[in-house]
């Protein structure tokens, strides 16, 4: 039963609502037209956020050594000050000197630096000869969630301004050791470079496009802004020119041209600023390389190794270096060492097989075959094949 002091308290409930019907009704309506208010506020800041983020995007026209046209990719600016974000691969092996920045506007810009290139995450982070060009606001990478929703702006097919909606399918997604945003939003060839942002407009990743090759649609990926913020390492260091980050950028991309001398001297200028940068110490390995200076080359690979004994990458180059020189018991150890470190690597497996064969030991090379299988089935028939005709 319902009791004396319930009905009693439903009794002022309604003579309140009776006596102010008129006041909450008022109130309610307020509330609604707040409400429609804020949301037409917010779409119009969006708006405008969208329009400045598509002002600081642009295409990147790069071209080689013979002015011929290499590839098209987007970018965007970090910065006032030409600070221009795009992806490593879309300016890999070209003349940096002749490459170009167009923004929606019409204008255009050329590369005047490099500030910091990290590889392995396929970004580059260029300096465009601009002052006072737009720039988008970097978020927090950090912060993403499933579900999200996201914006891509990019130049597909050099197509500019191109926007595409979409959510944030895994803002952690691990693919070949990398940590990536996968999110469902349309991206075509070209968008590589492009800024990934949330609805507030602040960018939270540079797409990298679909990766590994997919015909899977709406399955994309980008590298995380906080990413571009560790190469960045500070805006005083990233433009510093007496950076070791500045100088090891520089002898990449004379790396890229094939100018050996000058990346040679580039790379020694980093080393000399920053004596454990282990990264200059293998790619000035890798120009010793092609320059045929193998025991320089060997040299420098084993203080890269020693610096960070468990990379894997610079026990392989060292088991080049050392098959270079004919030392093959010294390179089938720096071999077993990758595969240690690194198991799934099929090229190391590959070359200690065939040097196990150079070697005679031709049934420790079959054990590799079935580990050769699981990773790669075209060079594990090339090795059966060798195996069957060495007896």
């Not at 879309?90 to 204008?107: E, F, H, N, R």
């Not at 390995?285 to 203080?303: A, I, P, Q, S």
């Not at 690194?342 to 150079?358: C, E, G, M, N, S």
């Amino acid at each position: 039963m319902v009791s004396e002091l319930m009905k009693e308290n439903l009794r002022k409930l309604i003579n309140f609502v009776r006596r102010f019907s008129k006041e909450l009704i008022i109130a309610l309506v307020l509330s609604v037209i707040a409400a429609v208010v804020i949301e037409i506020i917010k779409d119009y800041e969006r708006g405008k956020t969208i329009k400045n983020n598509l002002t600081a995007t642009a295409k990147i026209v790069t071209r080689n050594q013979e002015k011929n046209l290499v590839v098209q990719g987007s970018g965007f600016f970090i910065n006032r000050n030409g600070a221009f974000v795009t992806n490593y691969h879309v300016i890999q092996g070209t003349d940096w000197k002749s490459m170009t920045v167009k923004l929606p506007s019409g204008a255009y810009y050329m590369i005047k630096d490099v500030i910091g290139i990290d590889k392995n995450s396929d970004i580059a982070i260029i300096k465009v000869d601009a002052i006072e060009n737009p720039f988008v606001e970097m978020g927090d990478s950090d912060q993403l969630h499933h579900g999200d929703e996201i914006v891509v702006i990019g130049a597909p097919e050099g197509l500019e301004s191109t926007v595409s909606t979409g959510v944030i399918s895994n803002p952690e997604r691990k693919i070949n050791g990398l940590n990536l945003i996968q999110f469902t939003a349309p991206v075509s060839h070209g968008s590589s470079g492009g800024g990934l942002f949330t609805k507030s407009g602040k960018t939270v990743g540079v797409v990298v496009g679909m990766m590994p090759p997919s015909e899977t649609q709406n399955l994309n990926f980008a590298v995380p802004i906080n990413v571009v913020k560790s190469v960045l390492r500070g805006e005083e260091k990233s433009f510093s020119l007496e950076s070791p980050e500045f100088f090891y950028s520089k002898g990449i991309l004379a790396e890229n041209r094939k100018e050996y001398d000058e990346a040679i001297n580039y790379f020694k200028k980093a080393i000399a600023i920053d004596e454990k940068y282990v990264h200059a110490y293998m790619d000035l390995g890798m120009v010793y390389d092609e320059k045929g200076l193998y025991d320089n080359e060997l040299n420098v690979l084993k203080k890269a190794v020693l610096l960070d004994p468990r990379n894997s990458d610079g026990h392989y180059y060292l088991a080049m270096a050392y098959e270079n020189k004919g030392l093959y018991e010294k390179a089938i150890s720096a071999y077993e060492k990758v595969i240690e470190i690194k198991p799934t690597d099929k090229d190391a497996i590959y070359q200690l097989a065939i040097l196990y064969i150079v070697q005679g030991k031709r049934n420790r090379a079959a054990q590799l075959v079935p580990r050769l299988a699981e990773l790669n089935p075209g060079l594990c028939n090339e090795l059966k094949q060798l195996l069957s005709r060495v007896r």
